[in-house]
């Protein structure tokens, strides 16, 4: 069985029980440097780093199928996470899903803002249609290094629109920070981060 298990925004403690009780019970345990890093030394499953193609990690995981395997995600896995790869992947009895706090979810729990009413997006890997995007009054995106906070301030100015950008740096980390900004006062870089784009009001 192939467990995909969200780990939450960073800090372990937001972790859920049930991904924390699959994690101690696994065979094999898959994820990024930084997420093997949260695991307890003491855990005696195989661990591997997630392979940078997915293709590569779909043959690993093939060949460990008859182990517990816990493929770990960052925030949730079916938030632009890794969950969605595995649902094209493998069918449905050879996985189970195990959701996460989401960073999305964290900051706006954090700043109070209300999600009922929330576009999620994420910026990994493509050029977001901003025109469509900044038509929504609240919008959240996941960035990445290359489409952050600057870009998407400046799309915000060209089109001479009246928004705030919400931004959350490492979030759940020692050294996580908020900022409430207009697109004007947005710096050129952040640490790892999530924005929230609100119509002013």
């Known amino acids: ?8 925004p960073g800090s372990p403690e937001l972790m859920t ?13 898959v994820g990024s440097k930084r997420q093997l890093g949260e695991i307890p030394q003491d855990n005696p499953a195989e661990r591997k780093l997630l392979p ?8 690993f995981l093939l060949e460990r199928i008859g182990h517990d395997i816990v493929l770990l995600a960052s925030g949730d896995p079916l938030i632009y996470g890794i969950g969605n790869w595995a649902l094209q992947k493998f069918p449905p009895e050879q996985l189970q899903i195990v959701p996460g706090i989401s960073s999305i979810q964290y900051l706006c729990s954090r ?13 990994h890997g493509k050029q977001p249609d901003f025109d469509f995007l900044l038509a929504h009054p609240k919008v959240a995106m996941v960035t990445d290094s290359k489409l952050g906070p600057a870009e998407i301030a400046q799309e915000i100015l060209r089109r001479k629109l009246h928004k705030t950008l919400v931004i ?6 020692p050294d996580e ?25």
């Open 177 to 201: 920070r908020l900022h409430r900004l207009k697109p004007e006062q947005v710096a050129a870089r952040y640490d790892m981060n999530v924005v929230v784009i609100l119509d002013e009001g």
């Open 168 to 173: 959350g740096e490492n979030l759940s980390y």
């Open 17 to 29: 029980g049930a991904g924390a009780l699959l994690i101690q019970k696994a065979d094999v345990i």
């Open 1 to 8: 069985m192939i467990h995909i298990v969200g780990i939450g």
């Open 111 to 123: 700043c109070g803002i209300a999600m009922n009413d929330l576009y999620m997006t994420s910026s």
């Open 52 to 59: 940078t193609q997915l293709s590569e990690l779909e043959a």
